[in-house]
């Protein structure tokens, strides 16, 4: 008897055993099946992603045209303009050259209408716009050295960028004032 009851534990045991490796081998398989489903999310994934990329990419060519076009549109508009002329310049000319016949029939040795001082024959004056030297030197040199001034300070900011500021645009403006000079926006020193 108790070797029939060995052998009935011993059978539903076996059979109990056969049935979890059919269990876990179903589990597995659905296991490989999720995995599967899952790379084939990732991989529509990916083309959505190369599909916006391929969008961008359209995207910026068609921006890219449509600024050239722009662009050439803009510049058909501007030659078609009339340019305004923003400099002008004045010629004071001799009257005794052009002027001869004047000249014999005045009486007191005048050569004409305007007096001659001694200048040359054309006598040009421009007039130049915009910022000159000494102001940008001015400028420049208070901002560089006001900050040289602050960063050298290292006890008192305020007071070494106000002096490096003085210093600096004193300088500056000596510098740009010489060049001034030299391009003839300022007459020199007599």
Do not use: H, W
Request: hydrophobic share 30%.
């Amino acid at each position: 008897m108790k070797k029939v009851i060995l052998a009935g534990f011993l059978s539903v045991f076996l059979m109990t055993a056969c049935k979890k490796d059919d269990n876990n081998s179903v589990a597995e398989k659905s296991l490989e099946v999720q995995k599967l489903e899952f790379q084939a999310k990732q991989l529509e994934i990916e083309k959505q992603k190369l599909a916006i990329e391929k969008e961008k990419l359209v995207y910026e060519a068609q921006k890219k045209s449509d600024s050239i076009s722009e662009s050439k549109k803009a510049k058909a508009a501007n030659n078609s303009k009339p340019q305004v002329i923003r400099e002008t310049r004045t010629i004071y000319r001799d009257r005794n050259s052009g002027s001869s016949s004047n000249s014999n029939s005045n009486s007191g040795g005048s050569n004409g209408d305007y007096a001659d001082n001694g200048s040359s024959s054309s006598q040009g004056t421009t007039t130049k716009k915009g910022m000159s030297k000494a102001a940008k030197g001015t400028i420049i040199g208070t901002v560089g050295g006001a900050a040289a001034g602050a960063i050298i300070s290292k006890n008192n900011r305020g007071l070494g960028a106000v002096i490096g500021g003085v210093v600096g645009g004193a300088t500056g403006y000596a510098i740009g004032r010489s060049g001034d000079r030299k391009d003839g926006r300022v007459q020199p020193r007599r």
